[in-house]
T-cell receptor, first 117, second 112 residues
Framework: GAVVSQHPSRVICKSGTSVKIECRSL??????MFWYRQFPKQSLMLMAT?????????EQGVEKDKFLINHASLTLSTLTVTSAHPEDSSFYIC?????????????FGPGTRLTVL | GQQLNQSPQSMFIQEGEDVSMNCTSS?????WLWYKQDPGEGPVLLIA?????ELTSNGRLTAQFGITRKDSFLNISASIPSDVGIYFC????????????FGTGTLLGVQP
């Protein structure tokens, strides 16, 4: 149980285009999902917290107009990188916190490798 | 702010050896989580600890929640090549945020 999927797993795009990444909890409901960014050889950095039915909460320094987050249902959150530039190239990982559990445990997706040319 | 420091930063061992790594915090945590990340993949939850002093095992892995609530240890016994990866500790930031803070990671290499 507690499986999280991400799509696509890898994407290459031209500078200036927008890219949408989907995060789904497959066998549980998640009122809260999280989006992380990870650079090579570094730890995970939280970008934003996505709450079902409300606006996302962004971490300091993360541009909300550049990284659009939508949490349309209890099993789906999307991250759209708008007008992508080469410096946005990174590994983006989502996680989900099960709705019916009292713990802080988060389950992670397999990640999306974004390369902006 | 809160920080989680992991040590060692990296280690390279022979297959069959036991491994120990730890995670320390500047503040108290009520939950400790240990994740493993393979290259190009998302972190996978290994062990979750919820009580000070708790010792929990998952196969060859054993983790302990430190009595002071400011540290945690992860031990791997009889390492095998597939243990290779980065191990992260994590703990909740608290409050109503449900956010986790991650440690700096320990890179483990296992020589067959």
């Amino acid at each position: 149980g507690a499986v999280v999927s991400q799509h696509p797993s890898r994407v290459i795009c031209k500078s200036g285009t927008s890219v949408k990444i989907e995060c789904r909890s497959l066998d549980f409901q998640a009122t809260t999902m999280f989006w992380y960014r990870q650079f090579p050889k570094q730890s995970l950095m939280l970008m934003a917290t996505s709450n079902e039915g409300s606006k996302a909460t962004y971490e300091q320094g993360v541009e909300k107009d550049k990284f659009l987050i939508n949490h349309a249902s209890l099993t789906l959150s999307t991250l759209t990188v708008t007008s992508a530039h080469p410096e946005d190239s990174s590994f983006y990982i989502c996680s989900a916190r099960p709705r019916d559990r009292w713990t802080d445990t988060q389950y992670f997706g397999p990640g999306t490798r974004l390369t902006v040319l | 702010g809160q920080q989680l420091n992991q040590s060692p930063q990296s280690m390279f061992i022979q297959e069959g050896e036991d491994v120990s790594m730890n995670c320390t915090s500047s503040s108290i945590f009520n939950t400790w989580l240990w994740y493993k990340q393979d290259p190009g993949e998302g972190p996978v939850l290994l062990i979750a600890l919820y009580k000070a002093g708790e010792l929990t095992s998952n196969g060859r892995l054993t983790a302990q929640f430190g009595i002071t609530r400011k540290d945690s240890f992860l031990n791997i016994s009889a390492s095998i090549p597939s243990d290779v990866g980065i191990y992260f500790c994590a703990g909740p930031l608290g409050g109503a945020t449900n956010k986790l803070i991650f440690g700096t990671g320990t890179l483990l290499g296992v020589q067959p």
